[in-house]
């Protein structure tokens, strides 16, 4: 037998003894403790059920407790269905970052933490929660919030030292994307939730209080928070937000939203009537209903609107990547419902699609006295390849087609829009392109960034970020310098003209001055100074935020 085969004898004999003495283990085990003729057998059951009854019970890892069965039974149930009773003693403080989506996500979620029995404060020294509203939109934003929360986890182990531990949270879009790097690998948060699960958020923070890190980023196809009155929180309580619908289906390849914040769905239009008509009835002067997607709005939650003819109208030129949808309330029969609650209340809208807006939408726009006259039209790139890129389902051509049908139906109607330069594959060309678009169109309001590529989107698993960083800030400067130049001319036709503002409050650059905005969103700086209460009457009365003040435009 060579030394191979010798070896190979030996491991299949050593494997053959373990099998075997597995088996003999095994059957000794069996015939030594389950015979209930052995005597020593009972004796070692009995010593076990001993040590069983000396024990803690079921009852001692819930909760210690002196009282009765029944009593622990129905304190074992308050504790995990009531909130923490902590929470009456803790204060929450917010702060928002982002769109204006994470301030009625802001309001949404302080809602439910005051029915829980938390109370705010706006003092961040006096928080013993704080919660992070994060938007991911763009990487300039979650370094923002990296950096912030890297302050409070020094801020939260000084406080250690005079008060009970601060809980640090983060919520929203952020919470979502990042889940294991805030929690796990750089353990600076004790509380996420994502944009679906504020609802959450007594008993994640419940969990906190008790030491553990708590975390639910789940996205829904069905949460609208339809029946949570939001806190407003608006300055001087002049003016509020109203989500209609959350989520977004067009899958834009450069887009992070459909990932962080779901499909769409819509608000029943009865819980927005409610509210919009609550906020009317305190006094606010202008609603803004949000969405992801606002004119995409499409409430199916009774049977007369599931059961409605007919596919969703879009704008000429237009298509989408998923199949047209049928039936529903529009956001046409939303905007006409909500405009009639009080005729003296301006009515904004924001984000909207340039896909959605049949002229059911334009035509009542331009009829209702108090729907503003500003529509916000992303375009994000003046070059059709570039679009095509970006999966925005329409051309350069579609683009401006519908820009002058907008301006047929809506005479002096201002615009705004989103650019981003320097996505995947443009060219100077395209570049070009885009700077002589906003010089055609002509916008009073604009946002413009450099791409900044998000993961898990289209374009992060099919195209490449290949124009160099340098090249994407001079893009955007040279964006930015014709936006201005543009938006100077088109200002520039309001002087002489007189224009109804709302007054929001003192001007940032002098306490002089008073601020506002005209129906067309411009903002308007004004002096401040009184006013008489009525035409040809001596008594004067200070102009205040929430006023409505006309002003007439002139050069400055």
Same mark, same amino acid.
Request: aromatic content about 8%.
């Given at each position: 037998?060579?030394?191979?085969?010798?070896?190979?004898?030996?491991?299949?004999?050593?494997?053959?003894?373990?099998?075997?003495?597995?088996?003999?283990?095994?059957?000794?085990?069996?015939?030594?403790?389950?015979?209930?003729?052995?005597?020593?057998?009972?004796?070692?059951?009995?010593?076990?059920?001993?040590?069983?009854?000396?024990?803690?019970?079921?009852?001692?890892?819930?909760?210690?407790?002196?009282?009765?069965?029944?009593?622990?039974?129905?304190?074992?149930?308050?504790?995990?269905?009531?909130?923490?009773?902590?929470?009456?003693?803790?204060?929450?403080?917010?702060?928002?970052?982002?769109?204006? *989506?994470?301030?009625?996500?802001?309001?949404?979620?302080?809602?439910?933490?005051?029915?829980?029995?938390?109370?705010?404060?706006?003092?961040?020294?006096?928080?013993?929660?704080?919660?992070?509203?994060?938007?991911?939109?763009?990487?300039?934003?979650?370094?923002?919030?990296?950096?912030?929360?890297?302050?409070?986890?020094?801020?939260?182990?000084?406080?250690?030292?005079?008060?009970?531990?601060?809980?640090?949270?983060?919520?929203?879009?952020?919470?979502?994307?990042?889940?294991?790097?805030?929690?796990?690998?750089?353990?600076?948060?004790?509380?996420?939730?994502?944009?679906?699960?504020?609802?959450?958020?007594?008993?994640?923070?419940?969990?906190?209080?008790?030491?553990?890190?708590?975390?639910?980023?789940?996205?829904?196809?069905?949460?609208?928070?339809?029946?949570? *009155?939001?806190?407003?929180? &608006?300055?001087?309580?002049?003016?509020?937000?109203?989500?209609?619908?959350?989520?977004?289906?067009?899958?834009?390849?450069?887009?992070?939203?459909?990932?962080?914040?779901?499909?769409?769905?819509?608000?029943?239009?009865?819980?927005?009537?409610?509210?919009?008509?609550?906020?009317?009835?305190?006094?606010?002067?202008?609603?803004?209903?949000?969405?992801?997607?606002?004119?995409?709005?499409?409430?199916?939650?009774?049977?007369?609107?599931?059961?409605?003819?007919?596919?969703?109208?879009?704008?000429?030129?237009?298509?989408?990547?998923?199949?047209?949808?049928?039936?529903?309330?529009?956001?046409?029969?939303?905007?006409?419902?909500?405009?009639?609650?009080?005729?003296?209340?301006?009515?904004?809208? &924001?984000?909207?699609?340039?896909?959605?807006?049949?002229?059911?939408?334009?035509?009542?726009?331009?009829?209702?006295?108090?729907?503003?006259?500003?529509?916000?039209?992303?375009?994000?790139?003046?070059?059709?390849?570039?679009?095509?890129?970006?999966?925005?389902?329409?051309?350069?051509?579609?683009?401006?087609?519908?820009?002058?049908?907008?301006?047929?139906?809506?005479?002096?109607?201002?615009?705004?829009?989103?650019?981003?330069?320097?996505?995947?594959?443009?060219?100077?060309?395209?570049?070009?392109?885009?700077?002589?678009?906003?010089?055609?169109?002509?916008?009073?309001?604009?946002?413009?960034?450099?791409?900044?590529?998000?993961?898990?989107?289209?374009?992060?698993?099919?195209?490449?970020?290949?124009?160099?960083?340098?090249?994407?800030?001079?893009?955007?400067?040279?964006?930015?310098?014709?936006?201005?130049?543009?938006?100077?001319?088109?200002?520039?036709?309001?002087?002489?003209?007189?224009?109804?503002?709302?007054?929001?409050?003192?001007?940032?650059?002098?306490?002089?001055?008073?601020?506002?905005?005209?129906?067309?969103?411009?903002?308007?700086?004004?002096?401040?100074?009184?006013?008489?209460?009525?035409?040809?009457?001596?008594?004067?009365?200070?102009?205040?935020?929430?006023?409505?003040?006309?002003?007439?435009?002139?050069?400055?």
């Amino acid at each position: 037998m060579n030394r191979s085969s010798s070896s190979s004898f030996k491991l299949f004999s050593f494997a053959l003894r373990k099998c075997l003495s597995r088996h003999i283990y095994r059957d000794t085990y069996h015939r030594y403790y389950c015979s209930e003729s052995s005597t020593t057998d009972q004796s070692r059951l009995m010593q076990l059920k001993s040590k069983l009854a000396r024990g803690p019970s079921f009852q001692d890892f819930i909760k210690s407790s002196d009282k009765s069965h029944n009593d622990c039974n129905e304190e074992y149930e308050e504790y995990y269905i009531t909130e923490d009773t902590t929470a009456h003693s803790q204060q929450v403080y917010f702060e928002t970052y982002g769109c204006q *989506m994470n301030v009625s996500d802001t309001e949404t979620a302080w809602s439910i933490l005051q029915k829980a029995g938390y109370s705010r404060t706006h003092e961040l020294p006096e928080a013993d929660v704080v919660l992070l509203v994060t938007c991911s939109i763009r990487e300039k934003a979650e370094q923002t919030i990296w950096n912030r929360l890297k302050h409070l986890t020094a801020l939260k182990k000084r406080c250690q030292k005079h008060k009970s531990s601060l809980k640090i949270g983060v919520l929203g879009c952020m919470a979502e994307r990042l889940k294991s790097e805030l929690l796990e690998r750089e353990k600076l948060v004790d509380v996420l939730a994502g944009p679906d699960a504020y609802r959450d958020l007594p008993r994640l923070l419940s969990l906190a209080h008790r030491g553990q890190r708590a975390s639910n980023v789940l996205l829904s196809l069905e949460e609208t928070y339809a029946d949570v *009155m939001p806190v407003h929180q &608006t300055p001087e309580g002049h003016s509020a937000f109203v989500s209609i619908m959350r989520g977004c289906d067009n899958m834009c390849s450069y887009c992070i939203v459909p990932f962080t914040r779901g499909r769409e769905r819509s608000r029943p239009l009865s819980f927005i009537m409610e509210e919009v008509r609550m906020l009317s009835d305190q006094g606010v002067k202008e609603v803004t209903l949000l969405g992801q997607n606002v004119n995409s709005y499409r409430d199916l939650s009774e049977e007369q609107f599931t059961c409605s003819k007919g596919n969703t109208q879009l704008s000429r030129g237009f298509k989408t990547v998923y199949r047209r949808k049928q039936g529903g309330l529009r956001f046409a029969d939303l905007l006409d419902r909500v405009s009639l609650i009080n005729p003296d209340m301006r009515i904004r809208f &924001t984000s909207p699609h340039p896909k959605d807006f049949p002229d059911e939408v334009l035509h009542l726009i331009q009829e209702r006295r108090n729907i503003c006259k500003q529509i916000h039209l992303p375009a994000q790139s003046g070059s059709s390849q570039v679009l095509h890129a970006m999966r925005r389902g329409y051309t350069r051509e579609a683009y401006l087609e519908l820009v002058e049908n907008i301006r047929k139906i809506i005479p002096g109607v201002s615009m705004s829009s989103d650019f981003i330069t320097g996505f995947c594959g443009e060219t100077e060309d395209d570049h070009q392109q885009t700077l002589s678009l906003l010089r055609e169109v002509g916008y009073n309001v604009g946002f413009l960034f450099a791409y900044s590529m998000r993961k898990k989107t289209h374009a992060y698993h099919r195209l490449q970020d290949d124009v160099p960083v340098p090249v994407k800030q001079r893009r955007l400067e040279e964006l930015i310098s014709v936006f201005r130049e543009e938006a100077a001319k088109v200002n520039m036709a309001f002087i002489g003209s007189a224009q109804l503002v709302l007054v929001e409050g003192e001007s940032k650059r002098s306490s002089e001055e008073l601020c506002g905005r005209n129906d067309g969103n411009v903002k308007v700086i004004f002096p401040k100074t009184d006013l008489p209460v009525q035409p040809e009457k001596p008594q004067m009365v200070p102009i205040k935020p929430g006023d409505y003040v006309l002003v007439k435009f002139r050069a400055g």
